[in-house]
Nanobody, 114 residues
Framework: QVQFVESGGGLVQPGGSLRLSCAAS????????MGWYRQAPGKKRELVAS???????NYADSVKGRFTISRADAGKTVILQMNSLKPEDTAVYYC????????WGQGTQVTVSS
């Protein structure tokens, strides 16, 4: 079983920045890939960014050039730096393994509004 605790969300104006952090814990030996996901009201959860072996990164087209994913703490922490935020980035953000496990944290709310 794996647990994820997300933090760092909040209310920010368009064009602003936020830094999300996720701590993973539980019964696992090695995490090869993790991802950040988000779910906006009335929409399906989607992959925002993933990081593989701490090096290879992939981003949804909608966030390319604005978001940066990274890992720390021997791979048990994953960071999402979000810059130039737009109202359409408003969602609850979650982290999980990539591909996802069955375990989801509470997520952290990101609201982009003036």
């Amino acid at each position: 079983q794996v647990q994820f605790v997300e933090s760092g969300g909040g209310l920010v104006q368009p064009g602003g920045s936020l830094r999300l952090s996720c701590a993973a814990s539980g019964s696992f030996t090695t995490i090869t890939a993790m991802g950040w996901y988000r779910q906006a009201p009335g929409k399906k959860r989607e992959l925002v960014a993933s990081i593989h072996l701490g090096v290879v990164t992939n981003y949804a087209d909608s966030v390319k050039g604005r978001f940066t994913i990274s890992r720390a703490d021997a791979g048990k922490t994953v960071i999402l730096q979000m810059n130039s935020l737009k109202p359409e980035d408003t969602a609850v953000y979650y982290c999980n393994l990539y591909p996802t496990s069955d375990y989801w944290g509470q997520g952290t709310q990101v609201t982009v509004s003036s």
